[in-house]
């Protein structure tokens, strides 16, 4: 049963913007920490930025600080993701993770979606 799905992905430029969503039809996701990780080839999966659902505060990587916003659209249950100035070392296949405690250790995070693939590239 897929609980959350992630959508926007693609292929930018460098500088470019996308915006990733995460959506659920499963659950509402104001009562959860949300969470956006990435994974590039070779590498650990890392957090990108988190949202908590007690008081909506955000947190970012200081890799993508000021350059990445995390938000929620409560009405479409939705968390989006907006990356703007892109780099080619943002590339990777970005998840979104639902929890009950906000946290940058992915073991947290109870529920996770298929991922979507960012490529930045010239």
């Known amino acids: 049963q897929v609980q959350l799905v992630e959508s926007g992905g693609g292929l930018m430029r460098p500088g470019g913007s996308l915006r990733l969503s995460c959506a659920s039809s499963a659950f509402t996701l104001t009562n959860y920490a949300i969470g956006w990780f990435r994974q590039a080839p070779g590498r650990e999966r890392e957090g990108v930025s988190c949202?908590?659902?007690?008081?909506?505060?955000?947190y970012y990587a200081d890799s993508v600080r000021d350059r990445f916003t995390i938000s929620r659209d409560n009405a479409k249950n939705t968390v989006y993701l907006q990356m703007n100035s892109l780099k080619p070392e943002d590339t990777g296949v970005y998840y979104c993770?639902?929890?009950?405690?906000?946290?940058?250790?992915?073991?947290?995070?109870?529920?996770w979606g298929q991922g979507t693939q960012v490529t930045v590239s010239p």
């Open positions: 949202i908590s659902n007690t008081d909506g505060a955000t």
């Open positions: 993770a639902a929890g009950t405690l906000i946290s940058w250790d992915p073991g947290s995070y109870d529920f």
